[in-house]
């Protein structure tokens, strides 16, 4: 039987700290599990992510920043190349904002939105959490931004993202994470996940631009020296991308993130 290429990289946001990236290993290594047991990649990365989204180190999940009114409302996407996507926006007291979106993928519907994501959410009895107990989450000097995975089963590609947006941003606000081609993007060439400033990540269209460098050619490395070279300094911007050949994963801040690459 031939081998087999797996990869997977994970990132904790810009933002996040280099001395954290054992989360993000700890997410990867949960994604790769699930490859190697036969699970779809898309279950493989929204795993990761759900790691990513329990680790109160990052803003995402249990993690998440709090809004200008002391909300937290998260927003959270996936998608993979074989053509489905969910996504979340403001959502508030669940646990796991990416597993709603990945069950929106079963649907007819693509994107849902605070009380109606929320609705969504309970009758599938998905973990809630009161986001007011935050007691056990560490203090941190720095805010993190979006985390994400980004993975390749030898057949599909597949991303997801979360998080919990802009510190002390306006109630209601909506960044790239649930916007399809901003923050994430999959398709036939390869996968991408962003992170950092949402709006200038949105305004560029800066996933689907990443992906068309990875269509006509580009190896992830090349590809990411590109897009950060798109934003100035004092735009945090983030990327992790695979395609067939590797990964790669970088920042002009600090950050988190990890890749594995198996042949099985």
């Not at 996507?85 to 904002?97: D, K, L, Q, S, T």
């Not at 709006?199 to 020296?225: C, D, V, W």
């Not at 590797?246 to 600090?254: E, K, M, Q, T, V």
Request: aromatic share 6%; proline share 4%.
């Amino acid at each position: 039987m031939p081998e087999k290429k797996l990869l997977i990289a994970t990132h904790g946001g810009a933002g996040s700290r280099g001395e954290d990236a054992d989360g993000a290993e700890s997410a990867a290594a949960a994604g790769l599990r699930a490859m190697r047991s036969g699970l779809p990649v898309l279950e493989a990365v929204c795993r990761a992510v759900t790691v990513l989204e329990d680790d109160s180190r990052f803003n995402a999940g249990v993690g998440s920043q709090r809004r200008s009114d002391g909300s937290a409302q998260m927003d959270a996407a996936c998608m993979d190349s074989r053509n489905r996507f969910g996504a979340v926006a403001v959502v508030e007291g669940f646990r796991n904002p990416i597993r709603i979106a990945q069950a929106l993928t079963q649907t007819s519907c693509r994107v849902l939105a605070g009380a109606g994501a929320a609705r969504f959410a309970g009758e599938r009895n998905f973990p809630v959490f009161d986001p007011r107990d935050m007691r056990h989450r560490p203090a941190r000097t720095t805010s993190s931004d979006t985390v994400g995975c980004v993975a390749f089963d030898g057949t599909t590609f597949a991303a997801a993202l979360s998080t919990g947006g802009t510190k002390n941003s306006l109630p209601g606000r909506v960044g790239d994470v649930p916007l399809i081609g901003c923050g994430l993007y999959a398709g036939p060439s390869g996968a991408v996940a962003a992170t950092g400033n949402g709006e200038a990540i949105s305004m560029k269209l800066t996933a689907f631009q990443a992906y068309r460098l990875l269509e006509q050619g580009a190896n992830p490395g090349h590809a990411l020296k590109t897009v950060l070279q798109w934003f100035d300094d004092k735009t945090d911007i983030g990327l992790i991308l695979v395609n067939r050949s590797g990964l790669a994963g970088g920042s002009n801040r600090d950050m988190a993130w990890f890749a594995i690459e198996r042949q099985e």
